[in-house]
């Protein structure tokens, strides 16, 4: 599988940006899929996973009620709509894919994205 992540951008505080995961190679419909982020300085965190059928979700606290984490298996798509942003969300966002548990936990995905640079400002 190979995921190419996209939409991310300059946006100030308060505002929204929805990223976007495509996939090539294989169908997502069999995979859970997740987003993660890195900002500088600090280590990789979940941010939000979905099942392979949409009917399942987690986010972290930290973005609970801003962030969703919508998907179109007919598109093989993944996308993150992030609402209120916030300066601290500032990082480099990633996205993933785990065919094997529901664990929210980077070392639980298989597949990577190159990620997508998300930037709030104040």
């Known amino acids: 599988v190979q995921l190419q992540a996209s939409g991310g951008g300059l946006v100030p505080a308060g505002g929204s940006l929805r990223l976007s995961c495509a996939a090539s190679?294989?169908?997502?419909?069999?995979?859970?899929m997740g987003w993660f982020r890195q900002a500088p300085g600090k280590e990789r965190e979940f941010v939000a996973q979905?099942?392979?059928?949409?009917?399942?979700?987690v986010t972290s606290d930290s973005v609970k009620g801003r962030f969703t984490i919508p998907r179109d298996n007919a598109r093989n798509t993944v996308y993150l709509q992030m609402n209120s942003l916030k300066p601290e969300d500032t990082a480099v966002y990633y996205c993933a894919a785990n065919g094997r548990s529901w664990v929210p936990r980077s070392d639980a995905y298989d597949y990577w994205g190159q990620g997508t640079l998300v930037t709030v400002s104040s």
């Open positions: 190679g294989r169908t997502l419909s069999n995979y859970a």
């Open positions: 979905i099942s392979w059928s949409g009917s399942n979700t």
